[in-house]
């Protein structure tokens, strides 16, 4: 596969997830808003959302280490931040 399909291949990816889960979702106001949206949900692509190519990891975010202690999931606090409103979603663990 030559790089310039790969690249096309890679940005059609990422024009679809963004549209899904981003702009079908969303009314535009004007072209400061789309843009604040899509520097919003940039950082939110690459920082935080589980990639299944990346085996869940983010693109620039490694994954956390393994629990190998089954007893320590039930000590496990997940917290949720919303974005842009609510329609994209992160989650920590809480310190």
């Known amino acids: 596969m030559h790089s310039t399909t790969r690249s096309n291949a890679i940005i059609e990816r990422w024009i679809r997830t963004c549209r899904t889960e981003l702009l079908?979702?969303?009314?535009?106001?004007?072209?400061?808003?789309?843009?604040?949206?899509?520097r919003e949900y940039e950082d939110f692509y690459n920082q935080h959302r589980p990639h299944?190519?990346?085996?869940?990891?983010?693109?620039?975010?490694?994954?956390?280490?393994?629990i190998t202690k089954p007893h320590a999931l039930e000590h496990l606090d997940i917290r949720r931040q919303d974005r842009l409103g609510g329609i994209l979603h992160e989650y920590h663990h809480a310190a």
């Open 52 to 66: 299944r190519a990346l085996h869940a990891a983010a693109p620039q975010r490694s994954l956390p280490p393994p």
């Open 24 to 38: 079908d979702r969303t009314l535009i106001l004007n072209q400061a808003h789309l843009l604040h949206a899509l």
